[in-house]
């Protein structure tokens, strides 16, 4: 039997289960990282099971961890920027051929979480590479890759935070405090989202809407869906987090009240923020580093909006290769280029930007930029092909 991870009331039953060993350890004050492990590969057997998906699971993890020790080793004597792309070009390929397979008559080739745990691979081989990660352990490394709680949906961790979590002594106070009590918090709040308002939403809203030829039901459905993807969304990655923290582990925050955001960039520090950041470091901000150390634009500004759209459209590609995710990261990325725009331009932002109107005003416009966007992501529209 294989459950979805976060879905369904057994799961989460089994998933407490597996919490109170954990509890137990953090409160006398003992490792549990050694448990953690034990745990990560029972529900990785829940959520994958031992079939094709396992198999496929077993050849990446031996593909990344074999790239992963083989470029150390070479790094530790040189460091070569062909030998570095190579690398990454070989960590990055298992998830190239899952994004690309659903279009070839193999079908899909992956796993579960293939998504995440390759940005944990791809973010090692960055690091190794600019000498911020020296030292690796094979268990940890293993346990950072497959760590259970962020599995299938993130939050996207990194390798440096992580290690050093698992590997400290937490008292019994700092644990009580500092991870058990705020974990069953988020456990809770997570819960609420996910399994009584996103199922709300989803029960007498989202799929009550049918496409038909008129324009109220796709403004119906944009903000039904835009609801219940928050709080679907939300909710089980505040439970990972939760569960994360009864292991031992702060893992990032993936939300901060994302529809307060008064523009685009913001939105984008407080909406899957884990996801935001891994992309602003590894794409947009190396970009923007190499475009104006080879002065391939006059302005910063030009380097920073060739990036955004670069990074966003990235990201549509990474969702899949649909036409409507790749239109999603066109338009996140042309959404942040105005904004760069309209904030640096505008005599009407720069005259009333403090003002608490135009705040609330740009909150509501925000909040109606990122509904439209993700109707584009939902592929709701695709309905609409035969009608026009």
């Given amino acids: 039997m294989k459950f979805s991870q976060y879905e369904g009331y057994l799961y989460m039953y089994i998933l407490l289960l597996t919490m109170i060993p954990a509890v137990a350890?953090?409160?006398f004050e003992k490792k549990i990282k050694y448990y953690g492990m034990l745990a990560t590969a029972l529900m990785i057997y829940l959520i994958v099971g031992l079939d094709v998906q396992f198999r496929y699971l077993a050849i990446f993890m031996l593909w990344e961890m074999a790239l992963i020790f083989i470029?150390?080793?070479i790094r530790k004597n040189k460091k070569s920027k062909w030998t570095f792309r190579i690398f990454l070009f070989a960590t990055m390929l298992p998830l190239i051929i899952n994004k690309i397979s659903p279009m070839t008559s193999f079908g899909v080739i992956g796993f579960i979480g293939i998504s995440y745990l390759s940005f944990r691979t791809i973010q090692i081989v960055i690091e190794i590479y600019d000498g911020a990660i020296e030292e690796l352990g094979f268990l940890d490394t293993l346990y950072f890759v497959l760590f259970f709680p962020t599995l299938?949906?993130?939050?996207?961790?990194?390798?440096?935070?992580?290690?050093e979590e698992i590997n400290k002594l937490i008292t019994r106070k700092e644990y009580?405090?500092?991870y058990l009590i705020p974990g069953i918090k988020k456990i809770f709040q997570g819960v609420l989202y996910k399994f009584a308002i996103a199922t709300l939403i989803h029960l007498f809203w989202v799929?009550?809407?049918h496409p038909t030829p008129h324009a109220i039901s796709i403004i119906s459905y944009m903000y039904a869906y835009t609801l219940y993807l928050f709080f679907d969304f939300a909710g089980y990655s505040l439970i990972a987090v939760g569960t994360s923290y009864i292991f031992g582990v702060h893992a990032p925050d993936n939300f901060n009240k994302p529809f307060l955001s008064k523009d685009m960039k913001e939105f984008w520090?407080?909406?899957?923020?884990?996801?935001?950041r891994w992309f602003g470091d590894y794409i947009f901000s190396r970009y923007v580093l190499n475009a104006m150390r080879k002065k391939k634009f006059k302005k910063r500004a030009t380097a920073s909006h060739v990036a955004q759209m670069i990074t966003m459209t990235t990201m549509g590609f990474w969702h899949g290769f649909t036409w409507y995710y790749v239109a999603y990261g066109v338009y996140q990325g042309l959404a942040?280029?105005?904004t760069d725009e309209f904030t640096k331009k505008s005599k009407i932002y720069k005259k009333y930007k403090k003002e608490k109107w135009f705040q609330y005003l740009q909150i509501v416009v925000t909040f109606h930029i990122v509904c439209f966007g993700m109707l584009i992501f939902s592929?709701?529209?695709n309905h609409y092909i035969k009608f026009i």
Avoid: C, E, N, Q
């Fill in 25 to 27: 350890l953090g409160i």
């Fill in 71 to 73: 470029y150390k080793a």
């Fill in 152 to 163: 299938s949906s993130g939050p996207i961790d990194r390798s440096r935070r992580f290690d």
């Fill in 176 to 178: 009580i405090d500092g």
């Fill in 207 to 209: 799929s009550k809407v």
């Fill in 269 to 276: 520090t407080r909406w899957h923020i884990s996801l935001s």
């Fill in 336 to 338: 942040l280029v105005l």
């Fill in 379 to 381: 592929g709701f529209l």
